[in-house]
């Protein structure tokens, strides 16, 4: 019998399934997801009625089942076909964004295409992730010990290209993507002598940031009180004249370096305590903030059981940047931990997976997939709860908004794909599938050695 013949029987063998553990953990938060948007939203009315904007959610989980469903049964190969459309369209509409996107809250991140607002930040964060999977990969050292010194400057540059894309569409974007890239180019073994670059480059970086910060703290103040009696005796001299602008100092007020020191400041410890500071509803005030720890207080933990929120008409994005508040409200400490224990699900879920997938690119794209879901979660749950500062992120699968939706169960969609087509289960086992004449030649590199 020929080679081929036998390799054809092996294949046969070979029972395709998905991993119902991440199937689970996205169904419970779609399942959420309606129950709490539907609560969230339930005040605001939507041409005449009050089901519309529920309606028009529940469209979107539809749309999105679909496309993971869809993605789940396309073989993970043909993802890198995916992440060329998706690097092109993402790039494409960050730099529009800035030009011709519409003003919500202060922030440009959004164009209007008169059926649907596209928010550019949302396509960027996959297809860094798709990217740094293929060239992270692509690049693996023929021997199977790591990333070789050419994957580490393209790694670098994916990185930095879409960090300065998204860093004038809001600093949280910028700081998502730049987490998901080094978390993948860790996970890829980077040679020694980089490692040890860049964690005394990282150290620095964070010492320099917190002697700024106690500098601007400590500083602060007498320079301010300088600056105020110096400008009111220049006022009294002469005439107040129109201030211009340089070209420096507009690129500066793009990147709303005031917005982000002002919630850097109102968030760091030994200022006022929060409850005695005045409620701001205006632009760019803590009303959202005050607003989310009240309704976190008033689940007592217990929670006020789904419908009975009172703050979700007080709330101004409480179905999309504060929605994790409400749950807390409505469901209680259980709740919120339910929802937090399924997306550690996925992360642990994706972890063991890509343990044993054969391939670089396969554990890769399912890592890259999963942190791009999972960091963007915690990130927004511990907003919610006063963790980090406020910075508007919505919470992967439960939100409303149909960019995340979508773009997050593309997401989801591959890495079931991976779970699929790269590993068998055998009892309570993971085993890799040897898919190697499945793959194109650039993706064949083996999963680096000791990168896990």
């Known amino acids: 019998m020929a080679i081929t013949d036998i390799n054809k029987i092996k294949k046969k063998k070979v029972k395709y399934t998905s991993d119902w553990t991440l199937w689970a953990c996205y169904l419970i938060l779609c399942a959420v997801s309606i129950v709490e948007v539907f609560s969230a939203s339930s005040l605001e009315l939507k041409n005449g009625s009050v089901y519309s904007p529920i309606t028009s959610h529940v469209q979107w989980l539809v749309l999105g089942f679909v496309m993971v469903f869809g993605l789940e049964h396309l073989h993970y190969k043909y993802t890198k076909v995916i992440m060329v459309l998706m690097a092109s369209v993402s790039i494409i509409l960050a730099i529009l964004t800035p030009i011709i996107g519409e003003n919500v809250n202060g922030a440009v991140r959004a164009i209007d295409f008169g059926f649907v607002s596209v928010q550019a930040a949302e396509p960027c964060k996959l297809a860094c992730a798709m990217s740094l999977a293929y060239v992270l990969s692509r690049f693996q050292k023929p021997d199977g010990t790591g990333l070789s010194g050419k994957g580490v400057k393209w790694g670098l540059g994916i990185i930095l290209i879409f960090?300065?894309?998204?860093?004038?569409?809001?600093?949280?974007?910028?700081?998502?993507?730049?987490?998901?890239?080094?978390?993948?180019m860790l996970l890829s073994v980077l040679p020694r002598k980089i490692l040890w670059v860049g964690g005394t480059l990282a150290i620095l970086l964070i010492a320099g940031a917190v002697t700024a910060v106690v500098i601007s703290r400590t500083g602060g103040v007498e320079a301010n009180a300088t600056e105020q009696v110096a400008s009111v005796e220049v006022v009294a001299q002469e005439e107040v004249k129109p201030e211009k602008k340089s070209p420096l100092d507009k690129i500066v007020d793009k990147l709303r370096t005031g917005t982000w020191k002002r919630r850097i400041d109102d968030w760091l410890p030994g200022g006022e305590p929060e409850y005695m500071k005045e409620t701001d509803y205006g632009l760019g005030g803590n009303s959202q903030k005050h607003h989310a720890f009240m309704a976190i207080a008033h689940g007592n933990g217990i929670g006020v059981m789904p419908g009975n929120s009172r703050e979700c008409s007080r709330l101004q994005l409480a179905f999309s940047d504060f929605i994790y508040a409400i749950i807390l409200e409505e469901m209680g400490l259980f709740g919120g931990f339910i929802v937090l224990l399924c997306y550690l699900g996925i992360l642990i879920r994706a972890c063991m997976i890509s343990k044993n997938c054969k391939s670089a690119y396969a554990s890769l794209l399912i890592?890259?997939?999963?942190?791009?879901?999972?960091?963007?979660?915690?990130?927004?749950?511990?907003?919610?709860?006063?963790?980090?500062?406020?910075?508007?992120?919505?919470?992967?699968?439960?939100?409303?908004?149909?960019t995340s939706i979508l773009i997050m169960s593309m997401a989801m969609g591959m890495m079931l794909s991976v779970s699929r087509y790269a590993v068998e289960r055998k009892g309570a086992e993971l085993r890799p599938i040897d898919d190697d004449d499945e793959l194109p030649e650039d993706l064949k590199a083996d999963n680096p050695a000791g990168g896990f």
Do not use: W
């Open 367 to 402: 890592m890259g997939m999963a942190m791009v879901i999972v960091y963007q979660a915690i990130y927004h749950m511990s907003i919610s709860v006063g963790v980090l500062p406020v910075s508007g992120q919505t919470l992967p699968f439960i939100s409303k908004g149909g």
């Open 163 to 184: 960090v300065g894309l998204l860093v004038f569409q809001g600093g949280s974007n910028a700081l998502l993507v730049l987490m998901v890239g080094v978390s993948l």
